[in-house]
């Protein structure tokens, strides 16, 4: 399985942000503070429904805005491909859907799409 893209919407530091992944090794690179670490906790929040620092979700909401929403397509090795979001509007349930589905239950969601966070904190 790998994650082939990415489109932030209102997310951490990011307005709008679409990435295409490679199937082999990817490189965030730039100055402190500018948003690679809030890249992975996207991908974090798409496969386990949560950010990896344990931050609210109304915390992960960009300043000034009242939403946040991740999109990603993970292809599997067999060629399939689903089309996963995140959604969460403040005062709000958090939302997650696979192929336009929404999930009753996060429990239901979470271990389709198994990630590990290592960060030196």
Do not use: W
Not at 62 to 70: E, L, P
């Amino acid at each position: 399985m790998h994650l082939a893209s990415v489109k932030l919407t209102c997310f951490k530091n990011y307005e709008n942000l679409d990435l295409t992944f490679s199937p082999r090794l990817n490189c965030f690179t730039g100055l402190n503070g500018t948003g690679k670490t809030n890249i992975l906790d996207a991908v974090h929040y798409l496969c386990l429904c949560k950010s990896y620092s344990g931050l609210a979700d109304k915390s992960v909401i960009k300043h000034g805005n009242s939403f946040f929403r991740v999109e990603g397509i993970m292809k599997t090795k067999e060629g399939a491909q689903h089309k996963v979001a995140a959604k969460f509007l403040a005062g709000q349930k958090k939302i997650m859907e696979q192929d336009g589905v929404e999930f009753g239950r996060l429990a239901d969601y979470i271990g389709l799409y198994p990630a590990v966070m290592i960060a030196p904190d």
